[in-house]
C-alpha cells in the first residue's frame, strides 16, 4: 500500500505495447490471456512528467516483462531499459512510478505483480505514427506495428477499442506487431501478435 504521503507524481505521453496474446489481447476485456501466459513489451514517451521535482521530460523507457499465467496472478520478472542519457534521480523516480511504491494509477496495480531482475542503459528510438510504429532498443531488440489485414483483400482493417472505465487506458488503436529482445535474462520473441498504441496520462492525484 503507498504511503498516505507520498511524493506526487505525473506522467503523459504516448505507448506502444507488443505482447504474446491475440489481437486486441484478453485483458482488455477481462478475459485470460490467449497461450496461459503474458509476454510482452512496452516502450513509453514521456512527454510531460516529474516525480516531486525530479522532472522526466523526452525521456524514453521500455519494459519487457514475463508473467507466467495472468497479470493479476502475479509472479512475473521484469527488465528495465532506460535512455544513456537518463540521470541516477530520474531512473530511482521511475522505479517508484513503475513499482507502486507512490501509490497510483495503474502502476499501483500492476507494481506489484512482478519483480524486477535488472535495469540496462540503452540507446531506445522510436519512428513512425500510431499503430504503425517501430521501436528499437539498442543491443536488446526491435517491435514492429502495422495495421490488421482484411485476411481477403489484404488492404488495411482499422480497428481502435474504447474502454471508458479503463484504468490503463481508455482509448487505444489495435495492429498486429513483430517483436523480439533479450534483457537481464528475459526474452520475448513473436510474430504478428497483439500491438496497441495509446496515450497515457497518470498520476497519484487524488
Not at 534521480?89 to 500492476?110: N, S
Not at 481502435?160 to 520475448?188: M, R
Request: glycine fraction near 12%.
Amino acid at each position: 500500500m503507498a504511503d498516505a504521503v507520498a511524493t506526487k507524481w505525473t506522467m503523459k505521453g504516448r505507448v506502444l505495447i507488443a505482447c504474446n496474446c491475440d489481437w486486441g489481447c484478453p485483458c482488455n476485456v477481462n478475459a485470460l490471456p490467449t497461450k496461459g501466459n503474458c509476454e510482452g513489451g512496452w516502450t513509453w514517451e514521456i512527454e510531460d512528467g516529474a516525480v516531486g521535482d525530479v522532472k522526466l521530460n523526452g525521456l524514453y523507457l521500455s519494459l519487457y516483462a514475463d508473467w507466467p499465467k495472468a497479470i493479476h496472478e502475479g509472479n512475473g520478472k521484469a527488465a528495465f531499459i532506460v535512455d544513456p542519457a537518463t540521470s541516477d534521480k530520474q531512473v530511482e523516480a521511475l522505479a517508484q512510478i513503475f513499482t507502486g511504491k507512490l501509490g497510483g494509477m495503474p502502476w499501483e496495480v500492476l507494481g506489484p505483480t512482478f519483480e524486477v531482475v535488472g535495469l540496462t542503459k540503452a540507446k531506445i528510438t522510436v519512428e513512425g505514427s500510431g499503430r504503425s510504429s517501430t521501436f528499437r532498443i539498442e543491443g536488446i531488440g526491435e517491435a514492429r506495428g502495422d495495421t490488421l489485414k482484411n485476411p481477403v483483400t489484404g488492404e488495411d482493417h482499422i480497428v481502435n477499442v474504447d474502454l471508458p472505465t479503463g484504468f490503463i487506458w481508455k482509448k487505444g488503436e489495435v495492429g498486429q506487431g513483430t517483436f523480439h529482445a533479450a534483457a537481464a535474462g528475459l526474452s520475448v520473441d513473436f510474430q504478428k501478435t497483439n500491438w496497441i498504441y495509446y496515450q497515457y496520462d497518470w498520476s497519484n492525484a487524488a
